[in-house]
């Protein structure tokens, strides 16, 4: 109940802050979109820009080419040399960040809304005139080859979820990690670099989020000042690669120092904003969100057949997988975690799940949502994220609704659909001591 009323309460003051008609658009002749949310609760601005560029734009040779731009965009360009991007940016009193993902690669700036005309100055020099000096470039490939090898060493999920990327999807682009190959990243030529760039750095393909403490009209002067003249290129090639269906389980198992085994379980289904996204969303939540969740509660809590459990199905234009992964704990075979998660996942389908399991989900859902429109960093994230992933921003100021249509048989039917022995691949991660 007193989350029931915390929700009123936020839907009554924070969300209401923020409408669909606060927001305003245009287009510049370029084709790069604008998207703006004044808001001047605090003397501050962000501008995320959401490229639609990520390790699915790839192919065999050039693998990770998405990520490595992530790092080049910090090295210098024409008028803001080599270090001086972070240099201007702190001067003004700003911070920064970046990601790539399989689908996008996204840059955010931070600042004093004093400084936005030297954002955009920052960011439009960055975007015309990367520099691809020799050194440099050769300076990052060995930074990102350094992350790739500690990422494998550190995180036992990327060990084992490379792989079973691989043979989950056999032919669509989300085959290869985001990171990439080893032997790729080290033979990337530097025209790969150029043209890549030229293609997936256009205005055209590119949504800006600018919220905060700013001006419609000002923002629109300076984007046409500094955003348009950069010229637009040809749209890039589509992805119009299909997985094909699974039709028979999938199995594999690799080997590493660990101390127990680790079990992934992987799972086809439907792409970010799809019929059944809601309920998908839902069903993530009611697995594994806190410690009173499906799969916490019955291996790490009742039966303790497992240390840590977390289900992740990532944001994604295309189809793409719902991943389970868990740690077994001391002395227990992955057989026995694989089978546990399996009786949990059979009980959803059959049984579906407890009026109050879908409302606390519901709870949860709606609270992450509201929490993430309390600042204008996370309005600008959500507003760009719905632009891409759900095609219009505005579909934003319908999700709370959405969530709370999903009926306790819309989850049940989401399991039985998807949660099949011929839609999965199962990883194993096991001790080096088994290989022997």
């Not at 669909?20 to 002749?29: G, Q, R, V, W």
């Not at 790539?100 to 004093?114: G, H, I, L, M, R």
């Not at 520099?131 to 494998?152: A, H, P, Q, Y």
Request: with cysteine.
């Amino acid at each position: 109940m007193r989350i029931l009323i915390l929700l009123f309460l936020f839907t009554a003051t924070s969300f209401a802050q923020t409408k669909l008609e606060d927001i305003k658009t245009f287009t510049l002749k370029n084709g790069m979109k604008i998207i703006i949310l004044e808001d001047h609760s605090i003397p501050n601005a962000n501008m995320y820009l959401f490229w639609r560029v990520g390790s699915r734009n790839e192919y065999p040779g050039i693998t990770g080419i998405s990520h490595f731009f992530e790092h080049m965009m910090f090295n210098g360009a024409k008028k803001y040399g080599p270090k001086v991007f972070d240099q201007v940016m702190e001067f003004n009193g700003g911070a920064n960040n970046a990601y790539t993902t399989e689908n996008v690669t996204v840059y955010t700036d931070w600042f004093p809304s004093n400084a936005l005309k030297t954002i955009f100055d920052l960011e439009s020099d960055r975007i015309q005139n990367l520099n691809f000096n020799d050194k440099l470039v050769e300076s990052e490939r060995g930074v990102i080859l350094s992350e790739r090898s500690t990422g494998l060493e550190n995180s036992n999920f990327e060990f084992l979820n490379q792989p079973l990327l691989g043979v989950a999807m056999t032919a669509h682009p989300y085959h290869w990690p985001v990171i990439g190959y080893e032997s790729d990243i080290k033979n990337w030529s530097k025209k790969d670099l150029q043209n890549y760039f030229k293609t997936y750095y256009a205005p055209n393909n590119c949504v800006a989020v600018i919220s905060g403490d700013v001006r419609p009209e000002e923002v629109r002067h300076l984007a046409e000042k500094y955003f348009e003249p950069i010229p637009p290129q040809d749209p890039p090639r589509k992805i119009h690669t299909v997985e094909p269906e699974q039709l028979g389980e999938k199995r594999l198992t690799v080997y590493k120092a660990v101390s127990t085994p680790n079990v992934m379980v992987a799972y086809h289904v439907p792409q970010t904003g799809s019929e059944d996204f809601y309920a998908l969303d839902l069903l993530n939540s009611i697995l594994s969100e806190g410690k009173s969740s499906r799969l916490y509660n019955a291996l790490v809590d009742k039966k303790q057949l497992a240390t840590e459990v977390f289900t992740y199905t990532p944001q994604a234009f295309d189809p793409f997988l719902m991943f389970i992964y868990a740690v077994a704990s001391n002395d227990i075979k992955a057989e026995a975690l694989e089978e546990a998660i399996y009786s949990e996942l059979d009980k959803i389908s059959k049984e579906g799940v407890t009026d109050s399991e879908l409302q606390k989900a519901k709870n949860q859902k709606l609270m992450e949502f509201y929490h993430s429109m309390e600042t204008i960093n996370g309005k600008a994230n959500s507003i760009g994220t719905y632009e891409l992933f759900f095609g219009d921003y505005a579909k934003l100021f319908s999700a709370p609704d959405d969530y709370n249509k999903v009926t306790n048989e819309d989850i049940k039917r989401a399991a039985s659909k998807y949660f099949r022995p011929t839609n999965r691949t199962v990883g194993f991660l096991q001790p080096e001591k088994e290989n022997k």
